[in-house]
């Protein structure tokens, strides 16, 4: 059975940059830093495509931000996905205004499956997945990985982790929990979010990426498709932790254990 | 309408230990808000964990029924939504833990709430309580304010001592309206990743391994029962299949402050510092003299851990 899957790419920073707050604390400093797909989006992007190339189907790719977030949409045309979608809105989000978004976004596509990264590497909120599914009355399986390892022949292979089940109405999920791995059982439509276990994204080709700038992408402004966009999630200030600093190299592991018996005292 | 409501974890018949910590969060939100403390816990044959909850002194909400058996955050997220609602809560909280990051989340949204994931403490004034949270992987911290009449938050078990047993509360009966049959989610297997070994995030101890191990955990795993220690892994071991996924520390993965972290063939990866700069103690061993670990390690020794881990068991071990 065909799948027809909605995923999505925000763009963040680039998980190696230094991120430094400003001195007002109103924001971080972006000078010099680079932007990307959320690294948990990449795996939403390439579970997308396997599955659509198991079972056939369309891949559409969501943003929610500025006219920039375009790049990261076209990141994951260029990986294969169909045709992309930007909900232009130029000001801050929060999880609450992303979820009702992308559930105008669910009810103009009626997707078969949604699937978003389980967290965003900025933020680190871990919500618009779960919002999502409440608000569409939809199951979740968050966190979702597999049994099988990335070094696996399966990954090798690029197996799917997310299953369609044979009657084609539901996915079986495995999830990264406390205390080991759990399986469930989703009716479809479903909302997923990913797990860095579920899969290697793959790079972008050439030929790829020349596609990519042919492929649909449309736009729709977030102001019209009638949702509150008054962020909920109102950050008041940003701050740098106290850092730690090192301490001293010891010559070896008689002197590392007097230093921890006798000065630490931990053991 | 200032209560707070903290959803209790239980797993196997017993309260997850994170929970203390979460209710701890709870009292001081109550504190400031002026309002009472209450309780959930859900699950099937909870009799004996909601009587164990009653000793933090708070009314146990007991939600007892066969399809809240497993954790499904979809049969879950009516229950609290209905009981929040009935115990007037201004606050619904739980541990930022799997179970938590994922059923919150789903009751904020079922109440139009705004919410903040692990917490580390609060902030403002009064009764107007603000979030602080880590945000790019611990490299910045947010003051957070929730701009809705529930808020609904989950918290780093490491930033909140763990509640003391204190007075005794009822236990009552929580209403459960959920349609088994109009579920969209079904329960398939849990597979185990049992250990004899101390829980990670509760441990005083962790010895964590990285690529530099090359997929042979034994040094590390000999030392960690050496010194009675959890064990801990990088994404990157675990992403090779090396260990279980339960063992990944950082961003991604667990927070631990254990007193003592030892982290071996390990990088140090800002992804990996955000789950283990709490400790109290880190001792990095590389055979990389420049990797970025030394820059915070308290003790660093440039060696190879497979002559270094074996040597220090073996030290510990005649110490004893
Ligand atoms: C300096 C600064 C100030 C800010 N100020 C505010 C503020 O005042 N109020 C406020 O509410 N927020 C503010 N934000 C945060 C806001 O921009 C976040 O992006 C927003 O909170 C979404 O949360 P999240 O991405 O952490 O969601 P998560 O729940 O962690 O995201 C999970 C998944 O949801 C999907 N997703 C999330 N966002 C998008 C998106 N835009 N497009 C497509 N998919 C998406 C992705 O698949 C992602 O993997 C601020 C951020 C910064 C850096
Ligand atoms: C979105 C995202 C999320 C992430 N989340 C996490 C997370 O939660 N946790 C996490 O850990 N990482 C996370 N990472 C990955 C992180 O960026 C690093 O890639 C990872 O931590 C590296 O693991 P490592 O230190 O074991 O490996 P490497 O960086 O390869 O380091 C191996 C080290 O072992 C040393 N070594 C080799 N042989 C020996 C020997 N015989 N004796 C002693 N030392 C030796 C080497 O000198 C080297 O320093 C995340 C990355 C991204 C992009």
Redesign the pocket.
């Known amino acids: 059975m065909p799948l027809k899957i909605l995923v ?3 763009r963040v920073e680039d998980p190696e940059s230094k991120i430094k707050v400003k001195p007002d604390g ?3 400093v972006t000078d010099g830093v680079n932007y990307k797909m ?1 690294p ?2 990449e795996i ?1 992007v390439e579970e997308a495509l396997r599955l659509k190339e198991r079972h056939g189907g369309e891949v559409i790719v ?4 500025g006219e920039k ?1 375009a790049t990261e949409i076209r990141a994951a045309l260029a990986m294969g996905a169909d045709r992309g979608i930007l909900v232009r809105h130029d000001g ?4 609450v ?2 979820s009702a978004l ?1 559930a105008k976004v669910f009810e103009l596509e009626k997707p078969d499956l949604v699937i ?5 590497i ?8 779960q919002y999502l599914a409440a608000r569409l009355g939809l199951g979740q399986a968050t966190f979702a990985s597999k049994i099988e390892s990335l070094e696996s022949e399966a990954e090798q292979k690029k197996e799917p982790g997310v299953k369609l089940a044979a009657d084609g109405k539901s996915v079986a999920v495995v999830r990264e929990v406390d205390g080991g791995v759990e399986t469930l059982e989703v009716s479809l439509p479903a909302v997923v ?1 990913t797990d860095l276990r579920l899969n290697k994204p793959r790079f972008a080709s050439l030929p790829g990426i020349m596609k990519a700038k042919k492929k649909e992408l449309k736009e729709l402004a977030a102001a019209a498709l009638g949702v509150d966009l008054a ?5 008041k200030k ?1 701050s740098e932790p106290p850092s730690r600093k090192g301490g001293v190299k010891v010559q070896d592991v008689e002197e590392l254990w007097k230093k921890l018996h006798d000065e630490a005292k931990v053991v | 309408m200032a209560n707070v409501l903290i959803v209790a974890e239980q797993f196997g018949g017993a309260v997850r230990k994170a929970t203390l910590h979460a209710i701890s969060a709870g009292r001081e939100v109550a504190r400031r808000t002026g309002g009472t403390l209450h309780l959930a816990v859900l699950g099937k044959g909870i009799g004996p964990v909601a009587e164990e909850l009653s000793g933090y002194g708070a009314e146990v909400h007991a939600a007892d029924a066969a399809v809240l058996e497993h954790p499904l955050a979809e049969a879950h997220a009516p229950v609290l939504v209905e009981l929040a609602r009935a115990v007037q809560a201004s606050h619904v909280g739980a541990a930022a833990t799997a179970f938590g990051k994922d059923l919150l989340p789903r009751v904020a949204a079922l109440l139009e709430a705004g919410m903040a994931t692990e917490v580390l403490g609060f902030g403002g004034e009064g009764a107007e309580v603000t979030f602080r949270r880590p945000m790019w992987a611990g490299n910045v911290l947010a003051e957070v304010a929730l701009a809705t009449p529930v808020k609904v938050f989950t918290v780093r078990a490491t930033e909140f001592p763990a509640a003391a047993k204190e007075g005794k509360g009822a236990v009552t009966a929580a209403k459960v309206s959920v349609d088994a049959g109009a579920l969209r989610t079904r329960y398939a297997g849990f597979k185990e990743v049992k250990s004899a070994r101390p829980e990670l995030t509760e441990a005083r101890i962790v010895v964590a391994g990285g690529r530099g191990t090359k997929g042979d955990f034994k040094p590390v795993e000999a030392l960690a029962d050496e010194l009675n220690a959890a064990v801990g892994a990088s994404r990157a071991a675990v992403d090779a299949g090396w260990v279980p996924n339960d063992w990944q520390v950082g961003q991604t993965g667990k927070v631990v402050a254990p007193e003592l972290y030892v982290a071996a063939g390990i990088s140090g990866a800002i992804q990996h510092l955000a789950g283990m700069k709490g400790s109290k103690v880190i001792v990095a061993v590389n055979k990389d003299p420049d990797a970025p670990i030394f820059q915070l390690a308290d003790y660093g020794l440039v060696a190879d851990l497979f002559k270094a881990l074996p040597e220090l068991a073996e030290k510990l071990k005649k110490s004893r």
């Open positions: 999505t790419a925000k109103a924001g971080i959320n948990f989006d939403a969501a943003s929610i931000g977030s801050p989000l929060d999880p205004v992303v992308l978003l990264g389980k967290q965003s900025d933020d680190d909120q871990n919500q618009a997945g979010t962020p909920k999630v109102v950050v940003l």
